[in-house]
């Protein structure tokens, strides 16, 4: 939790309270909290804690961190944290435990040149956007290209990297074991497998 400047906090904390139709009485009876000191915290006269605020994101169904990091000027876009590991930059595009799960990698060239294949419980969906991907999956040794798409069982030993010296982008899903990527739209004049 990053952002817990108390007016930031309560311009969040007002802003989830009035897009959901509630008062501050509502609120109150929901968490516990008194009015005066939801009142106090909207108005960024008293600093969150952690005791306030776990009852509050509990209401207001978000994170702790969508609590307090949110940004204060109602901008709607997400604002993702890049991760760096692996020599790569990975970017989560959703924010939910469980289920699918979105991310975009920026691999680089050298950085994971030798092959090192893992395995884990999932199953995985990428698309290359730019460069070319080297994906080893099982005895497999795969290169790809923009626009490319690859899906597995994460339980197959994998490991992907840059093809070349160049960097790669792409887009994976990772959901659970068995859960696999569903298509349904198909290029036009396309028939349907038989």
């Known amino acids: 939790m ?19 139709d509630l008062t501050l009485a509502d609120v109150a009876a929901e968490t516990g909290i008194s009015v005066s000191t939801l009142s106090r915290l909207e108005s960024g006269s008293r600093r969150a804690t952690l ?7 509990r209401t207001y169904r978000v994170t702790l961190d969508e609590l307090v990091d949110a940004p204060a000027t109602g901008d709607p876009r997400v604002h993702a944290k890049p991760i760096e590991a692996w020599g790569a ?12 799960r979105a991310f975009k990698h920026v691999l680089y060239p050298d950085a994971r ?6 395995t ?12 070319r991907l080297r994906l080893v999956l099982g005895e ?14 994460t339980r197959t030993p994998h490991w992907f990297g840059c093809a070349d010296n160049q960097p790669v982008e792409l887009l994976s899903i990772i ?15 396309s028939t349907p497998a038989s």
Do not use: C
């Open 2 to 20: 990053a952002n817990l400047d108390p007016h930031v906090v309560g311009r969040r904390l007002r802003d989830l309270r009035t897009r959901r």
């Open 51 to 57: 005791e306030l605020l776990v009852p509050l994101a």
């Open 89 to 100: 930059t990975i970017i989560p595009l959703t924010a939910r435990q469980g289920g699918q």
């Open 113 to 118: 040149s030798v092959p090192d294949p893992r």
């Open 120 to 131: 884990h419980e999932g199953y995985d969906w990428v698309y290359v956007l730019s460069g």
């Open 140 to 153: 497999h040794d795969i290169v790809m290209g923009p626009g490319e798409v690859a899906e597995f069982d």
């Open 175 to 189: 959901g659970p074991s068995g859960e696999r990527m569903h298509v349904r739209a198909r290029p036009k004049g």
